[in-house]
């Protein structure tokens, strides 16, 4: 494995693990998983020298924080756990956004106590409360630092201007976004802002939520209840466009003989030192995969190629449907 260092000289593993595909928003998001086999995933990573999880309070909702927590007992040094609040939740489950002092402060003790761990190492706001001044929510994540129940602050989603007031309260070590060869509006503003503040970039589903991997070669091989199937981009009036974008990933992995997954993460891996993706994975098999494009390097050909096969912009259909896209860029 190797190694970057995000914001406020937070050093972490080059390519993280997203654990939302282990116990995501509701059961079985992106397909089935099991506790024991994402147990030994993240064991596995560990092993693999990943020091990067990534977890949430609403994933699950609380069933996210608690697998990670049961499988970093007794392995927790040297860890960099990140979280993130920013949901009103109750016995029914989401119920809208809330960033107040007082929900930041409820979400951390909880996670602090589903994780077992004494600090967070890096807490996120996991959406833009419009109705609660960033300077306000910020300002309470700041106290979370001083109290040593919090190491970094993160925000995720945020759009260019709640990002600039935010850093003015406290230190922010990433911004979290989505960023892959399918989806890089972030490289317009989002990313020169980070680099002009000091701040990491975390992209989220770096992987187009498997599309990039290329075993996805139509809507049905998606298992019943796949959260994808409702995705714009997997509809029948994109698939097939987005499709050729794919292909473009494939032929470069055959020059190199690795897997197009490998490709796509090997692209985001060479936009820049302060880019860390965290590929979701909730088996051990797609997780070695994904970590294996550390060890990828694709020369200038291959990342004209792939300018070319996917523009920004280029991608057929919106990121989200119209409920969650409202949520983004705040």
Request: with cysteine; glycine share 10%.
């Amino acid at each position: 494995m190797k190694y970057r260092k995000l914001g406020d000289g937070l050093e972490v593993s080059a390519l993280g693990l997203g654990c939302m595909p282990m116990a995501g928003v509701g059961n079985n998001m992106y397909g089935v998983a099991t506790e024991a086999e994402s147990v030994a995933t993240i064991h596995r990573a560990i092993d693999l020298g990943v020091t990067f999880f990534d977890t949430a309070e609403v994933y699950g909702p609380h069933l996210n924080e608690a697998l990670v927590g049961k499988a970093i007992e007794g392995r927790r040094d040297g860890l960099v756990i990140a979280t993130k609040f920013g949901f009103r939740l109750n016995e029914d489950g989401i119920r809208g956004l809330d960033s107040s002092p007082g929900n930041v402060r409820r979400a951390c003790e909880g996670s602090l106590r589903r994780l077992g761990i004494e600090t967070i190492d890096l807490y996120y706001q996991h959406r833009v409360d419009p109705d609660v001044p960033i300077e306000d929510t910020v300002g309470a994540m700041a106290e979370l630092v001083k109290e040593g129940k919090v190491r970094h602050l993160g925000l995720s989603e945020a759009g260019v201007e709640t990002i600039r007031r935010a850093a003015t309260v406290h230190p922010i070590a990433a911004l979290q976004s989505e960023y892959s060869l399918w989806e890089r509006d972030v490289e317009e503003e989002i990313l020169p802002l980070c680099r002009t503040l000091g701040m990491g970039f975390v992209p989220y589903s770096p992987l187009g939520r498997g599309f990039l991997t290329g075993q996805i070669k139509a809507r049905t091989d998606l298992p019943e209840g796949d959260y994808r199937l409702n995705d714009p981009r997997y509809s029948e009036e994109n698939f097939d466009q987005n499709l050729k974008m794919v292909d473009a990933v494939k032929v470069i992995a055959g020059r190199h003989s690795v897997s197009p997954a490998q490709v796509a993460l090997a692209w985001l891996l060479a936009q820049g030192d302060d880019v860390v993706p965290i590929p979701g994975s909730k088996r051990r098999a797609t997780l070695e995969d994904s970590m294996a494009a550390i060890d990828v390097t694709l020369d200038h050909e291959d990342l004209a190629a792939l300018d070319a096969a996917a523009p920004r912009g280029g991608t057929s259909g919106p990121r989200y449907g119209e409920r969650m896209m409202a949520m983004v860029r705040i």
